[in-house]
């Protein structure tokens, strides 16, 4: 029985961190269909309202969602990474950070979804674009402080994780800088024109996965663990196996 379980532990520990970089590739993939599929318009416009109104609209912004849901369960398989490693310090923090962003950021993107389509549809209608002006009332307000503070959380946690994967000697040190840079750009690019969005969906496409690479390629063996972890690892595995062979 424990040469089964034991034989079980590293085969669960692999898959885990085999998803969390799945998961963590399809959020880079993710980012980058969200600005490509939007639509963009004058939003004070019927074209805006028709944009408001697409179904287009709807799919690209739930791209995103799942974008950031994607992200956090990734970092959840990082984090278990990290955690053998002298940035485990880091790694906690990082992943509770990483997930209160995105917990504050996913209800302003329903905000922005179902609201700014039914008024483009109500405004179509209408036929009336001043309708459009009630856009902003969706947009700002307490949601937009909501969502400031998510982007703002989630921003320090992937530099948190940057200098993780920097000081841990498992991954690549460069692989958390463009995701760090990503997510720290994430607010000013909404400010940029369509081309910037999704050069900047490309920025967070690389991050997301030049790390998970790291995590499915994996790391020998003596930089996974801390200093005299590896050792009482083998000295585990040895009294495991003695015991094992006199039963």
């Known amino acids: 029985m424990t040469t089964i379980s034991a034989s ?8 885990r961190v085999r998803l969390g970089a799945v998961s963590l590739a399809l959020s880079g993939i993710l980012f980058v269909l969200y600005p490509l599929l939007r639509p963009y318009s004058d939003e004070t416009s019927l074209q805006g309202a028709a944009a408001f109104a697409s179904p287009l609209w709807i799919v690209a912004h ?12 990734g970092l959840l398989a990082l984090s278990s990474v990290l955690q053998h490693t002298v940035a485990r310090r880091l790694a906690s923090p990082a992943l509770i950070l990483a997930w209160l962003g995105v917990g504050f950021i996913l209800p302003y993107y329903g905000a922005e979804m179902f609201g700014l389509r039914a008024l483009g549809q109500e405004a179509l209608r209408q036929h009336s674009p001043a309708l459009l002006s009630l856009a902003d009332a969706i947009r700002l307000g307490p949601g937009a402080i909501v969502f400031g503070v998510g982007l703002l959380l989630l921003a320090v946690g992937a530099i948190l994780v940057a200098i993780a994967i920097w000081r841990s000697g498992t991954l690549s040190r460069w692989s958390g800088l463009p995701f760090a840079l990503g997510f720290v750009l994430y607010l000013p690019q909404f400010f940029g024109t369509p081309p910037v969005r999704v050069v900047h969906g490309f920025l967070v496409a690389l991050g997301c996965l ?31 196996d003695a015991h094992q062979i006199s039963v």
């Open 62 to 73: 739930l791209l995103g969602v799942m974008g950031f849901i994607f992200v956090a369960l």
């Open 210 to 240: 030049w790390i998970a690479w790291g995590m499915l390629k994996g790391q020998r063996l003596p930089s996974q663990f801390l200093p005299g972890q590896a050792s009482e690892s083998s000295k585990h595995m040895r009294d495991k």
């Open 8 to 15: 079980r532990e590293p085969t669960v520990s692999s898959s």
